[in-house]
């Protein structure tokens, strides 16, 4: 049913575009919102698939045409093809060369059981990145910006309708309608409660992407753009994000929320004594708290035990197959197929079941980038959280509404997939690492880039 409602969106985004541009009125950025609102399917069309009854690593098995690559289409129908040949200078897109050279490597890794993996999601990248040149060269960041509050408002109401469906009114036929049969085997994974899943196929996938909304809109709120719509649908997101029961996003957004609340009231960076010790504070508090509400039992009790049991196990497993590789790894996207049929000893001595941790990608993404890009990458990894977060924190309270919502944003957004990355392997999956992408690209340390948002 994905596809048949993802036609839906787009028909319904371009009629409100053609409408708009029919009255005289300034629509670009409801082209950026329908892309926005189909980000989170992460939608594609198999043009190959490497193999069908196993899974090779965190970004599946096929090379797919993507909905971004869609979009770029759609875009240069309709007249928006400004792309000059400089946009893919390394200068201009240092992050995504270093991602290609991991590739490379990994095609050519001795050790890599299955070399063509990496061509997964390197094929998607390289789509993002062809339609976001577009967006860049084409729109303004103004209109990027609103494209952005349009399309994440619609679909977190979307979520908001059917988590209300599902679990509140236990319409089971609204959870099983976009994901089939897999998304009501996880929302009812935990005995006592029924997860809401909405669009996606397990509820930690709905709870990050609704952090993600939190995240925005609260940069919203913060900059005074908004703020009643902005609380509206941070409400709604906080309402869904908790019928999720994803214990480890109720974690990490007291976490995220700290952290923007001392970014936005010093304005100096986040690498900093008192900030750290503010941040330290203020989320040992939050926890205290916590552990004292309700809310503590969801931890205390149900399957917590068996869930940090069941990440260890798969740590282990990812530490050994790091000692296999230990400086460029196995490669990109092959650790779930490396562990079905290249491990080389079981640290457990036969005392554990491997079915599950053979077949499904580890759930903590610093171990798998460690373990498919070796020490190379997770350098490269930490590098890029660390710099990102450090330069773009200090760029959140400027004269530029733009700049200081978008660099807020994308400050909270990556703190967010870091943190939940040591629990899950969610930031990895394409509908919330596409929307990462997107609204990542557009942070910005240039001061100068625009004058800030015009209101209209």
Known sequence: MDRIFLIILCVIGLARWLSAVKQGKRAKHLLISCFVQTLPFGYGFTLYSFMTDELLGQFGNGIRLEVPFLFFLLFSVIGYYRLPLKAFSFKSNPWFYLFVGLCFVSFFNPINPFPVSALVPLSFVTQMLLLLKVIERNFTRDQIYRGIFDG?????????????????????????????????????????????????????????????????????????????????????????????????????????????????????????????????????????????????????????????????????????????????????????????????????????????????????????????????????????????????????????????????????????LFLYGFFGWSPFDTSIFGTAIFIGYFATTNTNDEKGIEVY
């Not at 709870?207 to 925005?216: G, H, R, T």
């Not at 100096?268 to 708290?289: D, Y």
């Not at 399957?303 to 940090?308: A, I, R």
């Not at 296999?324 to 996207?333: A, P, R, T, W, Y």
């Open 152 to 416: 994440l408002t619609i679909t977190i109401t979307i979520q908001f309708f059917l988590a209300i469906c599902y679990p509140v009114l236990g319409i089971e036929a609204l959870a099983s309608f976009f994901k089939g049969e897999a998304a009501m085997h996880w929302a009812e994974r935990r005995e006592g409660y029924r997860s809401a899943v909405g669009i996606f196929t397990h509820p930690g996938h709905l709870a990050l992407y609704c952090l993600i909304s939190v995240v925005f809109f609260l940069a919203n709120y913060l900059n005074h753009y908004e703020k009643k719509l902005s609380t509206a649908v941070i409400g709604m997101s906080l309402f869904v994000l908790f019928l999720t029961y994803s214990r480890t996003t109720y974690i990490v957004l007291m976490a995220v929320v700290i952290l923007l609340w001392v970014i936005f009231r010093q304005g100096k960076g986040v690498f900093t004594f008192k900030n750290i010790l503010i941040f330290a504070i203020g989320f040992s508090f939050l926890l205290f708290v916590f552990y004292l509400s309700p809310l503590s039992e969801m931890y205390l009790k149900s399957d917590s035990e068996e869930q940090f049991d069941n990440r260890f196990i798969h740590g282990l497993l990812g530490y050994e197959i790091w000692r296999q590789s230990k400086l460029i790894g196995i490669g990109v996207n092959s650790h779930v197929y490396y562990l079905a049929h290249k491990l080389v000893s079981d640290p457990f001595g036969g005392k554990v079941t491997m079915d599950f941790f053979t077949s499904n990608p580890i759930h903590n993404i610093h171990v798998i980038i460690a373990a498919e890009v070796g020490i190379l990458g997770l350098l490269t990894w930490l590098s890029y959280v660390i710099s990102k977060v450090h330069r773009l924190s200090k760029l959140c309270s400027t004269s530029n509404s733009y700049i200081n919502i978008i660099n807020m944003t994308f400050v909270g957004v990556l703190t967010s």
